[in-house]
C-alpha cells in the first residue's frame, strides 16, 4: 500500500497544513510520495528530502512565523508603475519569493529527494497542468507559487510557467495517476467569514483564486472517489483571516492541527463522501 499526500495552494493559509502534517505525523502516517501546489509545493518540499517528523514539521512551523506580506509582496514605485503602464508582467518583483525558497531548501535537483516529490504548476500559454517531477527544485516551486499577476512567469523547461492552481490547485490527479492506494488531502481552504471582501488589488486577485480553486477541488474529489482512497482532512472553520494576513501562522498551524487530529480519530480519515465536509458556504 502506498500512500501520498496532496498539499494544496493557499497563500498565508499554507501554514495551516503545518498543523495537518503534525497531526498525521503524531499518528504514525508518513508518505511515500508528495504532491504540492503554490504554498503547497514549498511545504511538501520542505519535507521531501527532510523527512515527514515531529522535528521537522516543526522547523517548518519556524518557517512559517518568520513571514509577512511585506517580505513576499515587497512593493517597488517601479515596478508598480511599469505593471499599471503595460511594461511590467506583474505587479511585484519575484526575489523575495525567490529567496525564501532558496534559503529553505535543502536539495538542488527535484528527483534527488528521499520521498519523490511532484510539484505542479501551470503552462501560461496553453493553461494545461505541468507535472514536474525532474529538474532544478528552485526555479519548479517559483513556478508553482508564480501567483498569476502578481509575480511574474517562470521560464523553464522551453515554457512560461504560472501558479499550479490556475490548471489545478489540489492535484488529485496526480497522485491518482501515480497508483497511489491512500491519498491525504491538505486543502487550505478559503476566508469563509469574512465581514467584507478584500479592497487591495492583492487581496483581492488572492481571495478570488481561493474560490475558484475551491470549487475545482471540491469538483475533482467528487470525480476521483472510488478510484482511490481519499482521506481529505477538513480546513479550519469559520475562518475570517484575510489572503494577506501572515500574523497569524500560530493560529492557522494549531486550528489545523486540532481540526484533522479530531478528523483522523474517526476511523483514519475515511469518509463516504470523502468532499462533503469542505463544500463551499459563507457564515452571515
Sequence with gaps: MTTAFVLS????LGAMQVGMLRALVDRGIAPDALVGTSAGAL????????????EVVEELGDVWHSLSAWKLFRPHARQLIGALAGLQPALFSSRGLRTLIRKHLDFDRIET???????????????????IDTGPAADAILASSAITGLYPAVELGGRLLVDGGVADNTPVSSAVESGADIIYVLPCGYPCALAAPPTTVAGTLLHTMSLLVQKRLVRDIREYTGKADL?????????????????RADELIERGYEAAGRFLDIDGGRRVAPGAHIDLHVHA
Excluded at 9 to 12: E, K, L, S, T
Design 113 to 131: 529527494t528521499r520521498t519523490p516529490l511532484t510539484v505542479v504548476a501551470t503552462d501560461l500559454l496553453t493553461g494545461d497542468q505541468v507535472d
Design 43 to 54: 511545504n511538501a518540499a520542505y519535507i521531501a528530502n527532510r523527512g515527514a517528523t515531529p
Design 231 to 247: 482521506r481529505v482532512l477538513p480546513t479550519p472553520c469559520p475562518l475570517t483571516i484575510g489572503a494577506l494576513d501572515f500574523s
Design 9 to 12: 495552494g493557499g497563500a498565508n
